[in-house]
Structure formats: C-alpha cells, structure tokens
C-alpha cells in the first residue's frame, strides 16, 4: 500500500500559514497597544503632577497663565492618547476574532486530515491481516498435502 497522502495537505498548510501571519500581526497589535497605553500612563503622570504641583512665593500672572495652558495641553493630550489606546483595542479585538476564526479552518482541515489518516491506517492493517491470512491459510493448505 503507498504512504499516506493528504490530498488536501497544500489547502492545510495555507491555512497554517494564514493563521501564523494573522498571529503576528496580532502580536505586533498587542505590543503597540502596550506602547500607546504607557504613553497614556506617562501623560496621566505628567498631568497629575503638575496638577499637584504648590506654586511657593510670589504668585507670577504669567507662570500661572503657561501653567494653566500647559494643563489644558496635556488634558487634550490626553484625551487624544485615550482614544487612540480605545481604537487599539477594538482593532485587538478584531484581529483576535480573524486569528480565532484562521485556527477554526485550519482545525476543520487537521481533523478532516486526521479522520482520513485514521481510515488510511485501518485499511492498512485490513491488507496486513489479509496477507497473514493467506500466508496462515497456504501453510495450512501446505501441511494437509
């Protein structure tokens, strides 16, 4: 009997690769996410700090004009960095469900190899059986004449 051969086997390895590449990207995806979210955290330090920040002495009009102006700017910053962090997230989310449904096809075409193989090996050992069969039986047939 010839070796096993997965007709389908160029379909699976497509598949196979598909998943990996949408893996990656999904890899690439979560560390920019992470990137983006310690920018966010660093801003949300910045602003809390200076927010806290005790003017000592003399109060100068015009430090607290720039001080003011400088929190305005890091409240828009921020508000910015939170929604390219929230974008982030639903495009992980998104990527998450195309690497979940690569890994289903591919699934579908690892069991569907795996039940041919399955049937593959049993046909086999049907062939193997039959020809210690008909070896059991010319032996017999040999020592009866």
């Known amino acids: 009997m010839p070796a096993f051969r997965f007709s389908l086997e160029k379909v699976r390895s497509y598949r196979q690769a598909v998943e990996d590449k949408l893996k990656q990207e999904l890899a690439a995806a979560l560390r920019q996410r992470a990137r983006e979210e310690a920018l966010l955290a660093e801003i949300a330090r910045e602003q809390s700090a200076r927010q806290s920040q005790k003017h000592t002495g003399r109060l100068n009009i015009s430090e607290a004009v720039q001080a003011s102006l400088y929190l305005d700017y890091l409240a828009a910053r921020r508000q910015l960095?939170?929604?390219?962090?929230?974008?982030?997230?639903?495009?992980?989310e998104k990527?998450?469900?195309?690497?979940?449904?690569?890994?289903?096809?591919?699934?579908?075409?690892?069991r569907l190899r795996q039940r041919r193989l399955e049937a593959y090996r049993?046909?086999?050992?049907r062939e193997e059986q039959k020809e210690v069969d008909e070896v059991a039986v010319s032996g017999y047939i040999r020592k009866q004449h």
Do not use: C, F, T, W
């Open 122 to 125: 049993y046909l086999q050992g």
């Open 95 to 110: 990527q998450k469900e195309r690497v979940r449904e690569a890994m289903r096809e591919r699934k579908v075409m690892d």
């Open 81 to 92: 960095q939170e929604e390219r962090v929230n974008a982030l997230v639903e495009q992980v």
